[in-house]
């Protein structure tokens, strides 16, 4: 594909599941970050891969959260135990090593956590 | 404090008028800037990247002072369509680097 995919587009879970959400970057990208948004608020890092380094995880905001990325390319952020306030749009983006590569987004995944 | 601020807003304005943002972000060691442009309820979007000489894409100019840190983004002749969240994301380091978003600016054109 042509672009960054994510997958679900949506998810509903009740409180208390675990969640997986997968980002399949653009291929060659090898930064990959994730991003939460809720209604109305700005982006808010979550986590950052840059090839084989170790990622940037300081956004993170509980130890419920984490991410993977396997092989450089896909990659799957997990939320445990899912709460009420982890309800937003988690979106997903990829750049190349270039200096002043953009970042491209995916569409998002949209969850809501009931 | 932020390593990447904005105003914002909101801002409205009449179409056909001239507006401006600014962005100002804490790092000197900033590499690459840009303007990204949200919808709402969709992912961001690259409207334009920021070039150390100024730059312009038709009715859209952006502008960086490395001295004071700041970029800067005009609108001229605003459209009904140009109503969005615009974003301010700046690159910290060498290569690709980090990038980091500034909460965004949210324009609002009225006929």
């Known amino acids: 594909g042509a672009g960054v995919s994510q997958s679900p587009s949506n998810k509903v879970t009740e409180k208390g599941k675990d969640v997986e959400l997968r980002c399949d970057p653009i291929s060659g990208h090898t930064a990959l970050y994730w991003y939460r948004q809720s209604l109305g608020q700005g982006l808010e890092f979550l986590i950052y891969f840059q090839g084989n380094s170790a990622p940037d995880k300081s956004g993170l905001p509980s130890d419920r959260f984490s991410a993977e990325r396997t092989g450089g390319s896909v990659s799957t952020l997990t939320i445990q135990r899912t709460q009420q306030e982890d309800s937003a749009v988690y979106l997903c983006?990829?750049?190349?090593?270039?200096?002043?590569?953009?970042?491209?987004f995916g569409n998002g995944t949209r969850l809501t956590v009931t | 404090r932020k390593e990447v601020e904005q105003d914002p807003g909101p801002f409205n304005v009449p179409e056909g008028a001239t507006v401006a943002f600014n962005c100002t972000y804490s790092?000197?060691?900033?590499?690459?800037f840009f303007w990204y442009r949200q919808d709402c309820r969709k992912e961001p979007k690259l409207l334009m990247s920021v070039y150390s000489s100024g730059n312009e894409d038709g009715r859209f100019t952006a502008q960086l002072n490395r001295a004071s840190q700041y970029i800067s983004l005009l609108i001229r002749d605003s459209k009904l369509s140009d109503s969005a969240t615009y974003l301010c994301?700046?690159?910290?380091?060498?290569?690709?680097?980090?990038?980091?978003f500034g909460d965004g600016t949210t324009l609002t054109v009225k006929p």
């Open positions: 790092n000197s060691a900033s590499q690459s």
């Open positions: 983006a990829s750049s190349s090593n270039r200096r002043s590569s953009p970042l491209h």
């Open positions: 994301v700046v690159n910290i380091g060498t290569n690709a680097g980090k990038s980091t």
